[in-house]
């Protein structure tokens, strides 16, 4: 069977640090793979997605950036946070075509 | 329009109670639907897919109209575990992206 692993959970950083988040999956292969985020009562924002290794599309312009040096790793990371990239980072995958998405258990970013 | 589009509640309901809610989506070519619920602080789950004109499992059940496009959850016999909020999601034609709705919330109360 398939899984996903996330990390880390949760995560206290100060503003102008660095960021890295580090999601795999297991049992597939060439698997599409997604970072979303959320913040507080808000829904979900697709950040980035990727079909292939060295593959990423970039859906919102920040200072985020995603990079997927193997086919079954999805890393997010930034140079320097913000306030505003507090959130719930998710990270999902998919099958290829009309497949549902499985998401990990996320990680809960502050940003102080 | 935005692609997906849901009652946004809040539905409260009492314990035993049937709630049904829709999802309206522009994309007429869509061929997959799927409803996740999503707990307080935590990653959405898939709750059920459709593919044709409709899903049943257990209490739940999804309805796909396709001429007015839009897919609706009902849920029968609601218990206290089936409060939180529920998201549709459709994929995008000739794209690799989901669209999520903002989520429907449910709160059952005893």
């Keep these: 069977s ?27 292969s060439n698997p599409n793979l997604y970072w979303y985020r ?3 009562g808000r829904g979900l924002q697709l950040l980035f997605y990727s079909v292939g290794i060295g593959q990423i599309s970039s859906e919102v312009p920040q200072n985020l950036s995603a990079s997927r040096p193997q086919d079954r790793q999805f890393i997010l990371s930034s140079k320097k946070l913000l306030l505003s990239d507090s959130g719930f980072y998710l990270c999902a995958w998919t099958r290829q075509g009309d497949s549902p998405l499985h998401f990990g258990n996320g990680t809960r970013l502050t940003v102080t | 329009r935005k692609e997906v589009e849901q009652d946004p509640g809040p539905f409260n309901v009492p314990e035993g109670a049937t709630v049904a809610f829709n999802c309206t989506y522009s994309n007429s070519a869509s061929q997959s639907f799927f409803w996740y619920r999503q707990d307080c602080r935590k990653e959405p789950k898939l709750l059920m897919s459709v593919y044709s004109s409709g899903n049943e499992d257990g209490r739940f059940t999804a309805q796909l109209n396709r001429a007015s496009q839009y897919i609706s959850l009902l849920i029968r016999d609601s218990k206290l575990s089936d409060s939180a909020t529920y998201l549709c999601v459709v994929p995008l034609s000739n794209d690799y992206k989901l669209s999520f709705g903002a989520g429907t919330t449910v709160t059952v109360r005893a």
């Design chain 1, 38 to 40: 959320q913040a507080a």
């Design chain 1, 2 to 28: 398939q899984t996903i692993h996330q990390w880390p959970a949760t995560l206290v950083q100060p503003v102008g640090s660095p960021l890295s988040l580090e999601c795999t999956v297991e049992g597939t």
